[in-house]
């Protein structure tokens, strides 16, 4: 079993940046991706960011060129480094984490930002 506790979330002006934080523990060796998901209302859930253990990390196009996420494999954690903010971008943000077999996910961190 996995476990995933976020941190980072906060409010923001437009323009700011926020770092989210995943950790992940219990049984971390055989991750191979991590990624955040966001879920704004009246929205569907959009798939942010995600990275593969030995891949490239890969985008939603809205936060291409203003977010970049990261892995820490001493740490078990995944960073989601998040600049330019944008009012849409506020959502709860969700990471997840799989081992090809189950996805394991977070606990949601809000993102807020707002003049």
């Known amino acids: 079993q996995v476990q995933l506790v976020e941190s980072g979330g906060g409010l923001v002006q437009p323009g700011g940046s926020l770092r989210l934080s995943c950790a992940a523990s219990?049984?971390?060796?055989?991750?191979?991706?991590m990624g955040w998901y966001r879920q704004a209302p009246g929205k569907e859930r959009e798939l942010v960011a995600r990275?593969?253990?030995?891949?490239?990390?890969s985008y939603a196009d809205s936060v291409k060129g203003r977010f970049t996420i990261s892995r820490d494999y001493a740490k078990n954690a995944a960073y989601l480094q998040m600049n330019s903010l944008r009012p849409e971008d506020t959502a709860v943000y969700y990471c997840?984490?799989?081992?090809?077999?189950?996805?394991?996910w977070g606990q949601g961190t809000q993102v807020t930002v707002s003049s």
């Open positions: 219990g049984s971390i060796f055989r991750l191979n991706a």
């Open positions: 997840y984490a799989g081992d090809r077999s189950s996805v394991y």
């Open positions: 990275i593969f253990s030995g891949g490239s990390p």
